[in-house]
């Protein structure tokens, strides 16, 4: 498994932008699959956004689509979400994860084997 920490969370105004990073260690990050979850208080954990298990196809849920972006950095073994035009409902806390296997596809959680600790991100109205 791998350590992966993400940064970069915080306060921002609805409307404003703000990236996301998530810096894994451990296995080959360019062979592995990879994305970002998060989970607002008294819901469940969702998938915003991921790559599939090829490494390089991108996937986003609905809400964000055409506002958030995934991006990785295969030599600097970082994943990246950018976020755009943030609304107060994109509030929760953002975590990072690594997937272990492709049977249930990227936007599963049981996909996925390692999880980072979270970052803050807070939309004000």
């Known amino acids: 498994q791998e350590l992966l920490v993400e940064s970069g969370g915080g306060l921002v105004q609805a409307g404003g932008s703000m990236r996301l990073s998530c810096a894994a260690s451990g296995r080959t990050f360019r062979r592995y699959g990879m994305g970002w979850f998060r989970q607002a208080p008294g819901l469940e954990r969702e998938f915003v956004a991921g790559?599939?298990?090829?490494?390089?196809?991108?996937y986003y849920t609905h809400s964000v689509q055409g506002r958030f972006t995934i991006s990785r950095d295969n030599a600097q073994n970082t994943l990246y979400l950018q976020m755009n035009s943030l609304k107060p409902e994109d509030t929760a806390v953002y975590y990072c994860a690594a997937q272990g296997t492709s049977y249930y596809g990227a936007n599963d959680p049981r996909s996925y084997v390692s999880w980072g600790q979270g970052t803050q991100v807070t939309v004000s109205s």
């Open positions: 790559f599939g298990w090829d490494g390089s196809t991108t």
